[in-house]
């Protein structure tokens, strides 16, 4: 059986799943309104609020995240991995955290310090996407081919089994 995840890990989870795509959907209007200013015209006003919704979104994201390591390192100790999948399991959870905790970092310094890291956040922005392609997948794999219940530690809440 998988190690369960607590209420609020599984919350976290969900909530930052929910928001990613809003960092994708809003993030082209922040070079719109960028090259708009810089060409000493006035930024389309939807674009404008999405810029502002990218900005508190991702903001948000960072700490969410942060605040998701924090209740993971404070949790039980983890297992040793048992096997080259379970690595590569662990190591891409680790890596996410430093992905997108890094994104948003970049993203508020890009915002309000120096615009000159804005190339590496767009970059970020492709390193975390094929990251949530390679975790569908691997999650698509334990589901449809294993069926080895693994989702069901994000899927179901703490002390529910399947007769419930």
């Known amino acids: 059986m998988q190690r369960a995840y607590s209420l609020i890990q599984i919350a976290l989870h969900w909530i930052i799943v ?3 795509p809003v960092q994708y959907l809003t993030g082209g209007s922040v070079e719109r309104t960028h090259h708009a200013a ?6 389309d006003p ?7 919704v990218h900005n508190y979104c991702g903001i948000a994201i960072g700490f969410l995240m942060g605040l998701r390591l924090l209740v993971r390192l404070r949790g ?9 999948a379970s690595l590569a399991a ?3 959870h680790l890596a996410f955290y430093a992905a997108i905790i890094g994104q948003a970092s970049l ?10 890291v804005a190339p590496l956040h767009v970059a970020g922005s492709w390193v975390i996407l094929g990251m949530v392609a390679l975790h569908l997948a691997a999650a698509a794999w334990h589901t449809l081919v294993l069926r080895d219940g693994t989702l069901d530690c994000m899927t179901r809440l703490p002390g529910k089994t399947t007769a419930e």
């Open 107 to 116: 993203g508020f310094i890009a915002s309000y310090l120096t615009f000159s």
């Open 46 to 52: 939807w674009d404008m609020l999405q810029h502002l």
């Open 18 to 20: 929910a928001m990613i």
């Open 38 to 43: 810089h060409m000493g015209m006035e930024p």
């Open 76 to 84: 039980a100790p983890e297992e040793t991995p048992k096997s080259l």
């Open 90 to 92: 662990r190591a891409l």
